[in-house]
């Protein structure tokens, strides 16, 4: 992507600079780092100053947040929305948990490490990180976004074995077929 | 003391039992599991009407496991601990949902995570895992490390 000037980019890249600044996360929560989202959406910290919004429906999102540890069950749903989710997509992972399990390393139901199941832009360490990390985040997504590095999106589409083989071995092979509707539906 | 008068209360009713007080407003009974349900019973005409846990221990050097049955009193204040064993290799209980209702889901969580059958308990069906086809994972020779490296590890 060539260099643009500051403040003239909705002219030069009017679709990258629609995407910068309409940040729309779905309203899914997993974990224990959910509880930072509420103050952060809300007054106090206030993230429609950055131009998000929670949304209800995946069809309409544009970023996906993992908001603490996840467990198998949770994974699944967390992948059938992320298929479900246009392009262009972004994965926001919150927390210790989705980087290298945290607490739960060891554990009978607890995944380690999310970019073995799917594509993350931003990682935000911490264990909480605070509602001003998590803008923090927000804002280092959107110079990504900028700079053309945020594709996740794209590494997913060209590594599509890499990750189903991941989420195959983890989550079993009826969820497989499962994904198979979704991808389905989405054609 | 309220406590030592039920102590003497149980063992002068049941003859197996050995019973403790274990500290103000605790209670602890040890008895053999046919005679749970008459202990049970015995309690909530006594007052106690909260069965609020029941609760297992893998006591895997011995092949047992302990089932410990916590039911309290809202007019005492006390909170009666009753526990059976029950054997390891064949691990078969009464359900208690004839005396407390309750007990469903709790016994259907003691299913899940321990393989405890429980007679009586219709609805036995996975609670919290999803398409588990290991040990169950809270007995002790169940090795966490190795099922999570088998499984979460991708390297």
Known sequence: MEKYKRG???????????????IWPIHFCT????IEIPPTMLAPWDASRFGMGPMASPRQANMLMITGYLTTKTLKYVIRTYEQMLTPRYVVSFGSCPIDGGLYHISY????????????????????????AFL????????????????????????????????EKTLGHDFMNDLKQVEWVMK | MKEQALKEKLEARFANAQAY???TQRVVVSLPQEELGTLLMFLKDEGYHQLTLISCVDWIEEGQFELVYHVSSHD?????MARVRIDRENPVMLSMMKVYENAQPYEREI?????????????????????????PPMRRDFDTAAYAERVYDHE
């Open chain 1, 31 to 34: 974990g224990c780092g959910s």
């Open chain 2, 111 to 135: 299913h899940e995570f321990f393989g405890v059958d429980f007679t009586g308990n219709d609805d036995l069906a996975p609670l919290y895992l999803d398409d588990w086809r290991d040990l």
């Open chain 2, 21 to 23: 007080v274990q500290r």
């Open chain 1, 109 to 132: 139901n607890t995944i380690n490490h999310l970019e073995w199941y799917l594509p993350v832009d931003v990682w935000i360490a911490g264990c909480m990180p605070r509602p001003e």
């Open chain 1, 136 to 167: 923090m985040g927000v804002n280092k997504l959107m110079a990504e976004i900028d700079k053309g590095t945020a594709d996740g999106y794209k590494r997913y589409e060209e590594n599509r074995d890499y990750y189903r083989a991941h989420q």
């Open chain 2, 76 to 80: 005492t204040g006390i909170h009666v």
């Open chain 1, 8 to 22: 003239t980019m909705w002219a030069t890249h009017p679709y990258k600079w629609g995407q910068k600044y309409s």
